[in-house]
């Protein structure tokens, strides 16, 4: 069971990150857009750490019966390092001096916002069972 509940989390993880960044990267060739930054390393680092968060939580779910009600909890946890390692990792973007254009600023939430709305409908199905 919880085989096939990583696998599934892969695949949603992947089917978002291919068909999500090929649309962004479509759109931004007809609009002949240019960006500061690489937009594929801000959704592969999306949908990695989306991938072992939600992971995570269920081998943390299945395995450690006595854990799960502090999931929730957890999960502000994991959001606030997801947070600080995406400062870490990409520093140079948003701390730097470069000033950011409307669309490049939109660009970057995108994914950012993609696989939140992922991860919490996974970590809610995980929360909401009742084994």
């Known amino acids: 069971m919880l085989q096939k509940k990583i696998l599934q989390y892969s695949l949603y993880c992947t089917l978002l990150f291919v068909i999500s960044f090929a649309v962004h990267s479509f759109i931004l060739g007809t609009f002949d857009v240019q960006h500061p930054f690489t937009l594929w390393k801000i959704y592969l680092f999306q949908s990695i750490a989306t991938l072992v968060i939600c ?18 909890f957890f999960y502000l946890a994991a959001m606030f390092a997801k947070i600080a390692l995406f400062s870490l990792f990409f520093s140079d973007i948003l701390f730097s001096s470069l000033v950011l254009s409307k669309t490049d ?27």
Do not use: W
């Open 55 to 72: 992971t995570t939580f269920e081998v943390i779910y299945q395995t450690i019966p006595s854990l799960k009600d502090q999931l929730g």
């Open 105 to 131: 600023s939109v660009s970057l939430l995108i994914p950012v916002f993609l696989f939140l709305f992922l991860e919490v409908m996974i970590i809610v199905k995980i929360l909401n069972r009742n084994n």
